[in-house]
Nanobody, 126 residues
Framework: DVQLQASGGGLVQAGGRLRLSCGAS????????VGWFRQAPGKEREGVAA????????YYADAVKGRFAIGWDDAKKTVFLQMNHLVPEDTGIYYC???????????????????WGQGTQVTVSS
């Protein structure tokens, strides 16, 4: 079974930085991608960033391009999301997620093999 274990998050002032981590294991194919979705109060869940476990593919939402960086560490079986220049609009619950469809989930294409971890709160104060 695929296991996702998220950590990180917290409270930070605007302009600050945070780092999220998600340990991911149990994939049965090389088509997996791991990353994050977020949901702000009163808003729909949206994809934030994802990284392929076996290629250079990386997805970033337009709202975070240039500020966030995602990377997969295969030795640690962990994906890291470095969030810089945070703004209050980045506030929300961040969910670690994965799929075995080359990250199609982040592009809005459903994947029969998608997986979700627990959420972690990120709060950016103005």
């Amino acid at each position: 079974d695929v296991q996702l274990q998220a950590s990180g998050g917290g409270l930070v002032q605007a302009g600050g930085r945070l780092r999220l981590s998600c340990g991911a294991s149990g994939f049965t194919s090389d088509s997996f991608a791991v990353g994050w979705f977020r949901q702000a109060p009163g808003k729909e869940r949206e994809g934030v960033a994802a990284a392929s476990g076996r290629s250079d593919m990386a997805y970033y939402a337009d709202a975070v391009k240039g500020r966030f960086a995602i990377g997969w560490d295969d030795a640690k079986k962990t994906v890291f999301l470095q969030m810089n220049h945070l703004v209050p609009e980045d506030t929300g619950i961040y969910y670690c997620a994965a799929d075995e469809c080359h990250g199609s989930t982040w592009y809005g294409v459903p994947c029969a093999r998608d997986y979700w971890g627990q959420g972690t709160q990120v709060t950016v104060s103005s």
